[in-house]
């Protein structure tokens, strides 16, 4: 259950919503088992601080970046799987560029 928790945490990690605290979740669960698991947590939240920390120190120019930065995975990953191509076909638009080279 742990290893599932922590695969959907790190694939939702870019994306709004609670990534991180899945990611955390996941680890936490495993770590009531595995002593790697533990130490993993712990300086996996370690990294997370000092990350935050960094990033509230920085000018907006460079938040404004790496949201932006965030925003291209998002959108580029959602492309990928096809999520645009299927919302443009529920409502009837046949654009071809909108389709994942993929799908």
Same mark, same amino acid.
Request: proline share 5%; charged share 10%.
């Given at each position: 259950?742990?290893?599932?928790?922590?695969?959907?945490?790190?694939?939702?990690?870019?994306?709004?919503?609670?990534?991180?605290?899945?990611? +955390?979740?996941?680890?936490?669960?495993?770590?009531?088992? +595995?002593?790697?698991?533990?130490?993993?947590?712990?300086?996996?939240?370690?990294?997370?601080? =000092?990350?935050?920390?960094?990033?509230?120190?920085?000018?907006?120019?460079?938040?404004?970046?790496?949201?932006?930065?965030?925003?291209?995975?998002?959108?580029?990953?959602?492309?990928? *799987?096809? *999520? +645009?191509?299927?919302?443009?076909?529920?409502?009837?638009?046949?654009?071809?560029?909108?389709? =994942?080279?993929?799908?």
């Amino acid at each position: 259950m742990g290893t599932a928790v922590l695969v959907a945490g790190i694939i939702a990690i870019p994306y709004p919503g609670p990534g991180w605290l899945i990611l +955390f979740a996941g680890l936490a669960i495993l770590g009531t088992e +595995f002593q790697w698991a533990q130490q993993v947590l712990h300086w996996t939240r370690a990294r997370y601080d =000092s990350w935050t920390a960094w990033l509230r120190r920085q000018s907006p120019a460079v938040r404004v970046a790496v949201i932006t930065g965030t925003g291209v995975i998002v959108l580029t990953t959602l492309w990928l *799987v096809n *999520v +645009f191509g299927l919302i443009a076909g529920w409502v009837g638009l046949r654009w071809d560029w909108v389709r =994942s080279p993929l799908a």
